[in-house]
């Protein structure tokens, strides 16, 4: 067991602060690194990557659909404690929190990866092994994930080490699509509003680091009207021709190129039979941005869209016999932590110190949430290779997948600094 002194390690690593802090941030990692404490945890991790990836198939073996997560938040909850954490519990969410006290409330980090999966219940989750290949739905996104998360955890309380901060560790539900986020939505408007300094999500694999969050809205937008035979009733507004109309002029909006801003519309629907006027249209809209006045702007030539296109098709017979419905489907807020950060620049410190290629990436996850906040916030891959990611035939490859778990441990230990 090897005890760091908390006093220590506030006093000669100070993440924030002033211009000289941020200069210190830069060599971090290898200061943390040159502590003997931090060293003999960083080598442990790797020695216990076999256990690692152990988890990881266990973990995904037990199925976690959306809105479904509760039984792999179980066995979630019983590994945090298992693992030494203090405090273990489940929040109204389904989210599953496990604590490490440190000699501070403050900084408080959370460290979080996903419980669930895009795959619906019933799908056959078992894990195969050949070599260092992991094949299964889920296993890098994001069993990878929480297998990380779970090893620094116990790895922090195995060999004692004291940080200055606390560090809640959290396998949080509804990341993935119509989750819409709804897990760290949870923890930051309500669970642990007001609690939460930094957030580190720890999804997806390699080593990438995502500092900017890609927003979506999405949309699924219904027209509705009195319908009616093709021929006797001709005359009344179509609701799939106000879709049409709208869909026209969705695929002529002019978008910024930078920020990379998206629209897409994904399906559409509607009508019961070629002689019949449609009482119903839907179609789904989605619409991205890392830029959120983008984002903003692009939503509302979406919705003038969609309501001069019924105004039109209504126009056009004289008619005002139609409706929209556009409900929010997805919302997952624009955001980005800026480059140079403290918690970005320790991001990178300790990669560089690991000896590990640097790459800042955008993307969409759970980061989101707290950047849009103005909370410090990054996404980490868990390291090894990924393949596949959403699909039956998701894979990892667990050749020096130790790195991924080894850089995790030393970038909690440094968030977890004054
Ligand atoms: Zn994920």
């Known amino acids: 067991m090897v005890k760091v002194a908390a006093a220590t390690l506030a006093l000669t690593l100070t993440l924030a602060g002033p211009a ?111 070599g260092t290949l992991m094949r ?102 179509n609701p799939l021709h106000a879709l049409g109309r709208a869909v026209e002029t969705i695929s002529d909006f002019e978008v910024p190129l930078d920020p990379k801003t998206t629209f897409n519309v994904g399906r559409i629907g509607g009508g019961t039979s070629v002689n019949s006027i449609p009482f119903e249209a839907w179609m789904e809209v989605d619409m991205r941005s890392a830029d959120p006045s983008a984002l903003q702007a692009l939503d509302a030539k979406f919705h003038r869209a969609v309501d001069d296109a019924v105004r039109a098709e209504d126009a056009r017979w004289m008619q005002s016999m139609l409706t929209v419905d556009k409900a929010l489907v997805g919302n997952r807020p624009a955001g980005r932590t800026a480059a140079d950060a403290p918690i970005v620049r320790a991001a990178v410190s300790v990669t560089e110190a690991l000896g590990l290629p640097v790459s800042l990436d955008e993307g969409s996850t759970d980061s989101n949430l707290p950047m849009s906040l103005g909370i410090p916030a990054i996404t980490i891959d868990g ?12 894979s990892f490859d667990a050749a020096d997948s130790w790195k991924g778990t080894q850089r995790a441990l030393l970038l909690a230990i440094a968030l977890a600094q004054p």
């Open 20 to 130: 000289p802090a941020q200069d210190a941030a830069a060599s971090l990692g290898a200061r943390l690194l040159q502590d003997a404490g931090i060293k003999a945890a960083v080598e442990a991790i790797r020695a216990e990557e076999p256990q690692t990836l152990a988890d990881q198939a266990r973990i995904c073996e037990v199925e976690a659909p959306p809105f479904k997560e509760t039984k792999r938040g179980e066995l979630y909850a019983q590994l945090l404690r298992e693992a030494g954490l203090t405090n273990v519990r489940t929040d109204k969410e389904g989210n599953v929190l496990g604590e490490l006290v440190g000699a501070q409330a403050r900084p408080h980090l959370v460290f979080a990866a996903h419980l669930d999966t895009v795959f619906p219940e019933g799908t056959d989750v078992r894990v195969t092994r050949e």
């Open 136 to 237: 299964g739905p889920g296993i890098g996104d994001d069993c990878r994930g929480l297998a990380v998360v779970l090893a620094v955890a116990r790895t922090m309380v195995k060999q004692g080490l004291k940080v200055p901060g606390t560090i809640t560790f959290v396998g949080n539900v509804g990341e993935e699509g119509l989750g819409d986020l709804r897990g760290v939505k949870y923890l930051f408007n309500e669970g642990m509003k007001g609690r939460i300094d930094r957030f580190v999500s720890v999804d997806g694999t390699g080593y990438g680091i995502t500092h900017i969050a890609v927003g979506s809205l999405r949309y699924r937008v219904t027209f509705k009207g009195p319908g009616g035979h093709s021929y006797g009733a001709f005359g009344r507004s």
């Open 383 to 394: 390291g090894g290779r990924g393949r596949d990611a959403h699909a039956l035939t998701e």
